[in-house]
RNA sequence: GCCGACAUAGCUCAGUGGCUAGAGCGGCUGUUUUGUAAACAGCGGGUCGUGGGUUCGAAUCCCUCUGUCGGCUCCA
């Protein structure tokens, strides 16, 4: 789309909150607004109608009135009024959260809100300088506070429906009051607006919900409890395959396996300075035995660290690195949980290097190229790289100095392996900046999966050490790293991205033999014993083939409907006509080929 | 945790105060041994998520809890 086109669809979007406004102004006189920016797609505008709950059904009556006032093709007409004007405007209509919106412009020229873009509404403001004049936007009987711009009147807005209605705090913190937020999505056409529903209607047939029920790869349980997933033995074999390709680069980059307890005092969390701040996040254990308190682990690291602390380390060691693919618990809030993406058991594959500060680059350097080899090279994923930084507050621990050279290395490293990266401040762990990968699911929202953060707070709290070259004990680095991320989280994007058709070395089946009818038994077993004997070495080594044979009494049509519908990579077809000419008929997904059985196996290493 | 919606057979869904709650697929049994995306017939299968309430009568209306979905907030 070009630039053009861009800006005309955001002012069409942009009226269309307002003619929403307009709209529910109109059926609830008593609405006070909040804020009614453009989004991807769309658009939204928060309300606050008292006690009066939204709900779908609404919709009808509220589309209806937009269609009217769109239909009477009102100009929108903008003009200017000084701050302490505004404010009385505001206060004159009963509107609280324009007062609020303009006190803060008066104040400092911007409505610092995570939420809101300044551009969606707060002028031309950069956040220092306080403002005088603030410009408005009327339409028939309704006039807003807003920068604009607008189309020329709401006649020319093209397509919109409403989708849903949400709670969304007002400025986006969980303790002020909560609105009600309305989301409509927009474009120039009817025929461009029912392509994005058609996509919709796409996207979830891949939903990694859907899939993993389809494809028997994992289930949940009521009795169990949400947000704690319970994988089959298909899901659990795609798990293995994976978090073993990720262990296999950690070892070729110098990591060793440990192993530790799923549990522990919660000592080790007031020391490592978890305690304070996810405290609250924590499944506590009680000893019948001891008075001691315990706690389900969260993370992985303090363990570790105890593990680097069991004995003296010198220079000559470092860097010292240790891997793990295990899981944590974490209490998450219920209404946070959701599919693989946000669980209560979470797996990592999990590792810590701890190093001298002038071996940071290079650790990282060694992770970012692992990153590369699972996500460009063998699963063709596109990551955007999130470099976490720092912001203002003071909720880091840590010296701000390290902080900034870190931040700087950081950068460094993301420009020379060319990552397609932004920065985002304020989204660094307390210990340290990370570097944040990113993919997206089904419906373009990102989800984190790999991360790799410095830490330079552990080290301290645990009074880790090693004895440098001049003989004086010196803190180490902490490099903490997943490739995989959340194995739950990056099962929940990997089966969006490829919708169920997983790659022949991961399939948790990957060859499913068709019988045409029983005279091919003794035949079929000539097949299976080479198929036994065939072991995959890329890219994980010692893969063994993973088939099956459907010799049941249906037809050959039926086999192969629910074989492609399991989306099985490989089914080979054995009739009469293959055992007479001793030959295989192999059908992927690019297609059927005749193959002679002893070209089979070298057939099915190059796929 | 907050706001809104939802929960009927293994799965996908119909049934919005009134007879014994239905369909398709899957399952089981029998027949059929089949060459490229669903053979045919028969038979099973549900305390309508849980607990309470309203009513002569509740899958249907109200409340609680559990779980799910869309957001918000949070994410070591």
Avoid at 415 to 438: H, R, T, V
Avoid at 577 to 590: I, L, M
Wanted: aromatic letters at 10%; glycine letters at 6%; a negative charge.
């Amino acid at each position: 789309m070009n630039q053009k086109n861009e800006e005309d669809l955001y002012a069409m979007r942009h009226s269309l909150a307002h003619i929403m406004a307009t709209a529910v102004q109109h059926l609830w006189p008593e609405a006070k607004f909040g804020v009614g920016p453009v989004v991807q797609n769309g658009f939204y505008y928060d309300v606050d109608l008292g006690p009066t709950a939204l709900s779908e059904v609404d919709f009808e009556k509220i589309e209806s009135e937009m269609r009217k006032i769109i239909k009477e093709n009102q100009p929108f007409v903008r003009s200017e009024r000084s701050i302490d004007d505004a404010i009385g405007w505001a206060d004159e209509r009963n509107q609280p959260y324009k007062h609020e919106l303009l006190n803060d412009l008066k104040r400092a020229g911007t409505t610092i809100a995570k939420d809101l873009d300044v551009n969606e509404l707060g002028l031309a403001a950069s956040g220092d300088a306080a403002l005088d004049v603030v410009s408005f936007y009327t339409n028939g009987d309704f006039e807003d506070l807003c920068r604009g711009p607008h189309v020329a009147s709401t006649g020319v807005v093209g397509a919109f429906k409403l989708m849903r209605v949400a709670g969304a705090y007002w400025r986006g913190k969980d303790t002020n009051p909560q609105m009600q937020r309305l989301y409509g999505v927009a474009f120039a056409t009817q025929e461009d607006l029912e392509e994005h529903l058609r996509l919709l209607e796409e996207a979830k047939k891949r939903d990694h919900r859907k899939l993993g029920k389809e494809l028997d790869l994992f289930t949940f349980s009521e009795l169990v409890g949400a947000g704690l997933p319970l994988f089959t033995p298909r899901g659990t074999l795609l798990r293995e395959k994976l978090a073993g390709y990720a262990e296999q680069l950690r070892r070729q980059g110098g990591f060793a396996r440990v192993s530790i307890p799923h549990i522990t005092k919660t000592d080790l969390y007031k020391v490592s300075g978890h305690w304070d701040k996810f405290g609250d996040e924590l499944f506590l254990v009680q000893s019948q035995e001891t008075s001691d308190s315990f706690a389900l682990k969260p993370m992985n690291c303090p363990h570790h660290n105890q593990i680097y602390a069991s004995q003296p380390r010198s220079y000559k060691d470092l860097p010292i690195k240790y891997f793990e693919t295990t899981t944590v618990y974490r209490d998450e809030k219920t209404g946070e949980l959701g599919g693989l993406s946000r669980v209560r058991s979470i797996t990592q594959d999990d590792s810590h290097a701890y190093c001298q500060i002038e071996q940071v680059e290079q650790v990282v350097q060694g992770l970012v190229k692992d990153v590369r080899a699972i996500y460009d090279e063998q699963l063709g994923m596109p990551l955007r790289a999130r470099l976490s930084f720092r912001d203002e507050s003071n909720k880091y621990l840590g010296d701000p100095v390290l902080w900034e050279q870190a931040q700087a290395t950081i950068r460094e490293l993301a420009q020379s392996n060319e990552l397609d990266y932004f920065e985002a401040e304020g989204e660094a762990a307390f210990y340290g900046p990370k570097i944040d990968f990113m993919a997206s699911d089904a419906l373009g929202r990102e989800h984190q999966v790999a991360t790799i953060q410095l830490d330079f707070v552990q080290p301290e709290r645990f009074e880790l050490e090693y004895i440098d070259v001049d003989g004086q004990a010196k803190r180490p680095v902490m490099v903490h790293c997943a490739l995989l991320g959340s194995i739950e989280r990056f099962l929940s994007v990997y089966i969006e991205h490829t919708a169920g058709w997983f790659p022949f070395w991961l399939a948790p089946e990957q060859i499913r033999i068709l019988t045409i009818n029983d005279t091919v038994l003794p035949y079929v077993e000539k097949i299976t014993s080479i198929l036994s004997g065939t072991i995959l070495n890329e890219p994980v080594k010692y893969n063994e083939l993973r088939f099956s044979v459907d010799d049941r009494n249906e037809s050959l049509g039926k086999k192969i409907r629910e074989a492609t519908a399991m989306k099985i990579p490989v089914q080979i077809i054995i009739g009469p006509k293959d055992v007479a000419a001793e030959e295989v008929s192999v059908r992927t997904q690019q297609g059927e080929q005749k193959l002679p059985l002893d070209e089979l196996a070298g057939f099915l290493r190059t796929l």
